[in-house]
Every structure is written in C-alpha cells, then in structure tokens.
C-alpha cells in the first residue's frame, strides 16, 4: 500500500530546533496539497500546517506561527517542516498528510506512520 515516510523527529530541548521530513519512493506527490499534523495521547490529531501542490499559500496553526516553517522541494518529492524555538507543549508524534481531489470530485489521501518529536529539558 502507499505510504509517506517521515523522518527527523528525536528529543530536542526548549529553544532548539529540528527539521521533519516527508518523502515517499511509491508516486510523485507533485501534484498533492501536503500537510503536517501532531497528536498527542488522549487528544484529537491536529493541523499544524499545510502547503499547495506548487508550494505556496502556507497556512499554520496560531500557536506555531513564525516558528515553524513548511516548505516543499518537488524536485526531491521532499517536504519539509522546520521547527524552531521548540517548547515543551509541541511534544507529539507527527504526521504527514498527502491530499488531492480527483476529476471525478473524490478525495484521495495518504498518511505517513509518525515520527516522535520530544522537546523536554
């Protein structure tokens, strides 16, 4: 089955940063909006941001706002969140989120199994 891998989680102290990955050897994600999400037990899995298939209109959620980036490379069929300043409250496992609406007007998305992010001092 098609499956995005993540990558670039780890435990990393508040103030630090680390940079996530996604990729996938299966199918070009050129042509698919990308998205990262996190969850953490006991709670509902969360859009932390999201980008266009060429790479633009970035979106984030409030709370990670001018600290995380999202960013694609096509080239690679790579994408990309990097993660500043990090705090203890960004602790969770995150996915990586593939979406686009076929021409008949269906939804089609893949997921990636998560990589554990871990910001404790």
């Known amino acids: 089955q098609v499956q995005l891998e993540e990558s670039g989680g780890g435990l990393v102290q508040p103030g630090g940063s680390l940079r996530l990955s996604c990729t996938t050897s299966d199918f070009s994600l050129s042509s698919y909006a990308m998205s990262w999400y996190r969850q953490v037990p006991g709670k509902e899995r969360e859009l932390v941001a999201t980008?266009?298939?060429?790479?633009?209109?970035?979106r984030y959620l409030d709370s990670v706002q001018g600290r995380f980036t999202i960013s694609r490379d096509n080239a690679k069929n790579t994408v990309f969140l990097q993660m500043n300043i990090l705090k203890p409250e960004d602790t969770a496992v995150y996915y990586c989120?593939?979406?686009?609406?076929?021409?008949?007007?269906?939804?089609?998305?893949?997921w990636g199994q998560g990589t554990q992010v871990t910001v404790s001092s």
């Open positions: 989120n593939a979406f686009r609406s076929t021409s008949y007007g269906r939804r089609l998305d893949y």
């Open positions: 980008v266009t298939s060429a790479g633009g209109m970035p």
